[in-house]
C-alpha cells in the first residue's frame, strides 16, 4: 500500500479517472471548525481504494478540491466512512452532495457495539492497534507531519475490513 500526497491538479484528475472506476472507496476528511481559523474549512480529504491512498491537499494553489466531486456523487460507487456527519455538512456547504455513503458507525450502532472512536472500534473489532491521534493537530500545517500522514492514512485504511467484519456478523444474527 502506498500513501500518496496530492497536491497538482494533473495528479488529481489522473486519480479522479482512476476512482471513477472502483465499486467501493474509504473515505475522511480532516477540517477545522473555528480552532485555528474562523470557520469551518476543509483542510485534507482522505481516500482510499483497497490499494493505495490518497491524501488530497485541498489547500493546495495546485488544485481544485471540485475535480474530485463527481467521483464522491456517482451512485454506482459505494462510499465507507465513519461517523461522517460533519464531513457531509463540510461538503455539501462546498457544493458536493455525496451518494451511496455506507457510515460505519450506523452499522456499529445497529449491532449493539458501544460507542466508541474508530481508534477503538479497529482494536475491538479487527484487534488492530493504530497509532496516537492527531485529530486535534493544525491540519492547516503544510507540510504534513509524518504523524499526520500516519494518522490520517490510518482513519480510511481499515474501514473496508470493518465494513466487511460488520456485514459478516449483521447476516450471521439475520441467520440466527
Known sequence: MSVQIVEQQQQLENI????????????????????????????????????????????????????IFPVLEDESIEKVAFAFGEDLRLLHSLGCFPKSVYDIDNAI????????????????????????????????????????????????????SLQDQLRKEADQKEVA
Not at 471548525?33 to 474549512?41: A, L, Q, V
Not at 449493539?112 to 481508534?119: I, K
Not at 492527531?134 to 482513519?155: G, K
Request: glycine share 2%; net charge negative.
Open 16 to 67: 479522479s479517472q482512476h476512482l471513477s472506476n472502483q465499486e467501493r472507496i474509504a473515505i475522511d476528511l480532516e477540517f477545522d471548525k473555528n480552532y485555528y481559523r474562523y470557520g469551518f474549512n476543509l483542510c485534507l480529504m482522505q481516500i482510499y481504494d483497497g490499494s493505495d491512498c490518497y491524501l488530497i491537499d485541498p489547500l493546495s494553489s495546485h488544485l481544485d478540491i471540485q475535480t
Open 109 to 160: 450502532s445497529l449491532l449493539n457495539y458501544s460507542p466508541a472512536s474508530l481508534t477503538n472500534h479497529i482494536k475491538n473489532i479487527l484487534d488492530i492497534e493504530t497509532g496516537t491521534s492527531s485529530q486535534m493537530s493544525n491540519w492547516y500545517d503544510r507540510p504534513l507531519s509524518d504523524q499526520q500522514v500516519q494518522y490520517a492514512s490510518e482513519d480510511v485504511l481499515y474501514l473496508f
